[in-house]
């Protein structure tokens, strides 16, 4: 097929523009985005730490939390990195395959933290929709088989996208209006026929995200059923509204940042666009541990443990 040899590329590497807007104030704006992903990494490297020694943390809930907590680490590296840099020199020039390397860690983690928070709904479901039979059906063999699942099924998904975008021509211009190596934002480099790969994208985001979106809503609408049908009253009625509130946030927050990505025009929004896809990548991941511990007594408990003695012992 004409045009769609590796070694009919002829772009060498990626000019990504970042904030030009924000050249003028780039050292407060560094600043800013390196303190952000310093506690972003404090914070979900904690969370790990916490499920991995914590004896309070050993319930299925946590297992899917620390590995959330993972995807969110994976996340913010694939990018910030290198936005720091294109903060600094205002504009940076990033080498084809490293682009392609981060458009396709970004992707992949996008995917499996959808995987992930359908898992934890799950978790919620059975836990209060079907509490007599939670310890029976949510085994450690079915949590770690949802969460093996998660990771390898959504970087194989990616792969099929990596592949044809790979096989696509790029002979200029090289420009990228982002702050990062989106597949999105290469597509509209490419000046081969993106058809194949456009198709491929929309059809991929139907088991990716569509699906987990709505068995998502589906859950909580049997969850908040089984909530509201509860007494006030009743042993653990706040702890587990307290808890699937906790997730209801990560998982709008998640899923109407994504929404607003992919489905706002590209053209014409480049900024807006930059702006949501920032939140995303760098404020997001931050929020995720605050929230699940802002009112988890069994997270705040063992912190204040774990830092006690030092992490050195299961706590």
């Known amino acids: 097929m004409e045009g769609h040899q590796l070694n009919s590329t002829t772009v060498t590497e990626f000019l990504v523009?970042?904030?030009?807007?924000?050249?003028?104030?780039?050292?407060?704006?560094?600043?800013?985005?390196?303190?952000?992903?310093s506690m972003t990494i404090c914070e979900n490297l904690l969370i790990i730490s916490l499920v991995s020694t914590s004896q309070r943390l050993q319930s299925p809930m946590y297992f899917f939390l620390g590995h959330l907590a993972l995807s969110?680490?994976?996340?913010?590296?694939?990018?910030?990195p290198t936005l720091l840099d294109i903060i600094l020199r205002e504009g940076s020039t990033i080498p084809f395959v490293w682009c392609f390397v981060q458009s396709y860690l970004y992707g992949a983690v996008v995917s499996a933290e959808c995987f992930l928070l359908t898992a934890m709904s799950y978790d919620r479901y059975l836990a209060i929709c079907r509490p007599l039979h939670y310890v029976s059906i949510m085994s450690v063999k079915l949590r770690y088989g949802l969460v093996i699942s998660s990771w390898v099924f959504s970087y194989l998904f990616i792969l099929i996208t990596l592949v044809l975008i790979c096989y696509l021509r790029f002979c200029g211009p090289n420009v990228v209006d982002h702050f990062f190596c989106d597949s999105t934002s290469l597509l509209e480099l490419s000046c081969s026929d993106t058809t194949i790969v456009d198709i491929e994208m929309i059809v991929l985001s139907f088991p990716i995200v569509l699906l987990p979106f709505v068995y998502v809503i589906i859950s909580y609408v049997f969850i908040f059923i089984t909530i509201f049908g509860m007494s006030s009253s009743s042993s653990g009625w706040k702890k587990t509204f307290s808890t699937c509130t906790s997730h209801l946030v990560v998982v709008s927050i998640y899923y109407g940042s994504i929404l607003i990505i992919y489905m706002v025009p590209y053209k014409g929004h480049s900024v807006t666009i930059k702006f949501i896809s920032l939140f995303y990548i760098?404020?997001?991941?931050?929020?995720?541990?605050?929230?699940?511990?802002?009112?988890?007594?069994?997270?705040?408990?063992?912190?204040?443990?774990?830092?006690?003695?030092?992490?050195?012992?299961?706590v």
């Open 17 to 37: 523009l970042g904030f030009p807007e924000l050249n003028d104030y780039k050292l407060t704006f560094f600043s800013i985005i390196l303190l952000l992903y």
């Open 282 to 314: 760098v404020i997001t991941p931050l929020l995720n541990p605050m929230i699940y511990s802002l009112r988890n007594k069994d997270i705040q408990s063992s912190v204040v443990i774990y830092l006690m003695v030092g992490g050195k012992r299961r």
């Open 72 to 80: 969110d680490i994976i996340l913010v590296t694939s990018v910030v």
